[in-house]
């Protein structure tokens, strides 16, 4: 029975890039999970932290010609409500950076890191899936598709929403549900993006358009689910000017690219996102809607906690309670990250008028307070630096009225 320091269950953008981070270090790793049999059509707007660790990974540079730059995020309320907000405009320069973070097809993405997987000697990579788990007090054993079993120190459950290694930990799950499907897809337009990412906010969810390179953009429509099914039968040239239309025409003609995607709105939070031997990443351990370009954001700090808190290879046993250290370390992240989705994505959906007037209070406030926009774009890319700021500025003032 082969031995491993950390099995990982799981080959999608979580799993493959906590393999590679894992195997870096010099650990001896082994990835499970059957190969994904339909390409994903989504595309994920990593932020500068996560680019930062794509690059100290040695990544970045095979993926940054993939890429397209957001260097400002525009916000228009599309809704036809009595109380409407103001079109909000948040600017990477604003921040001091040349962009809030890039736009990534998430398909040849996994296609790199599966390039990377197969060149590192520590990695071993088991396309089949894993069907048993014992987490016993010595080691965690692992049971193969292929008849074989494996054992490890730890086991990393990045095998998503269904999670095999949640249920066999005997993690429960908080889990709810939208009135709303994402519909999907990449589009060709006339007029250039300039590196801008507009987000119209309607009574169903946000129609978000993001950049990607040259006159081509992605886009995620929330929709009602009957609309979404709906927008999916469309023919292409109808699909395409419904795109435009919706778009107020700012980038000209629209062509859509190949077949639509779609994918029902949920949310979840494990009870606990590690356990003893078990930690837990990516959507595992959370989902929400994609709203602000947080999912694969709060996943890869996932990633990196974990291999903050394993360490180099030492010569012996990786600790049995690492799972329960995880769980502490990661718990106001991913719950914070999650409340705010939520409470946003609800604000839209209410038709509840003191809740459309909060709201609109609310981006009335960022769209004419520079600081407070500051400061809200700085916790998007970097969160916890909020609250330092806040610390740093209440200490400065207290040394000014000392001295």
């Known amino acids: 029975m082969d031995h491993y320091d950390i099995v990982i269950i799981g080959a999608g953008l979580a799993g493959s890039l906590a393999a590679i981070a894992m195997a870096r270090e010099g650990h001896r790793v082994a990835l499970v999970g059957p190969r994904l049999a339909i390409a994903d059509g989504r595309t994920t707007a990593l932020m500068d932290q996560s680019i930062d660790y794509l690059k100290k990974l040695g990544l970045w540079d095979e993926v940054a010609p993939l890429t397209a730059p957001l260097v400002a995020i ?84 990045a095998d998503g929403r269904r999670s095999a290694v949640r249920e066999a930990a005997e993690i429960e799950t908080f889990t709810w549900s939208y009135p709303q499907t994402a519909v999907v897809l990449n589009f060709a337009h006339e007029l250039p993006h300039q590196e801008v990412s507009t987000e119209f906010h309607t009574e169903s969810g946000p129609f978000t358009q993001v950049p990607l390179p040259g006159n081509r953009s992605s886009l995620v429509w929330v929709q009602k689910p009957r609309d979404a099914e709906e927008t999916l039968r469309l023919a292409p040239e109808v699909l395409s000017r419904t795109i435009e239309d919706r778009m107020q025409s ?22 606990r996102f590690g356990k003893g031997r078990v930690m837990l990443v990516g959507e595992a351990a959370h989902a929400f809607p994609p709203i602000g370009a947080q999912g694969l954001n709060l996943s890869l700090r996932d990633v990196m906690t974990v291999v903050e808190l394993v360490g180099p290879p030492a010569g012996g046993r990786l600790p049995a309670d690492t799972g329960d250290r995880f769980d502490g370390r990661r718990r106001i992240d991913i719950v914070s990250r999650t409340a705010s989705v939520d409470l946003l994505n609800r604000s839209l959906l209410s038709s509840f008028l003191p809740v459309q007037a909060l709201r609109a209070v609310g981006l009335q406030l960022l769209s004419s307070a520079g600081p407070l926009r500051g400061l809200l774009m700085r916790e998007g890319i970097h969160p916890g630096s909020a609250l330092q700021s806040i610390k740093e500025s209440l200490r400065e003032q207290i040394s000014r009225k000392r001295a």
């Open 250 to 271: 700012i980038l000209g003609k629209v062509v859509a690219e190949g077949i639509p995607q779609s994918f029902p709105l949920s949310g979840h939070t494990a009870r």
């Open 74 to 157: 525009h916000i228009i309320d599309g809704t036809k409500r009595l109380l409407r907000a103001p079109p909000v405009n948040f600017r990477a320069p604003e921040v001091g950076l040349e962009a809030f973070g890039y736009n990534i097809p998430n398909a040849p993405f996994l296609e790199i890191l599966e390039k990377h997987e197969a060149s590192l000697p520590t990695l071993d990579r088991i396309p089949v899936a894993a069907t048993t788990f014992d987490f016993g007090e010595l080691e965690a054993r692992v049971g193969l598709g292929d008849g074989r079993v494996i054992s490890a120190d730890l086991v990393v459950g």
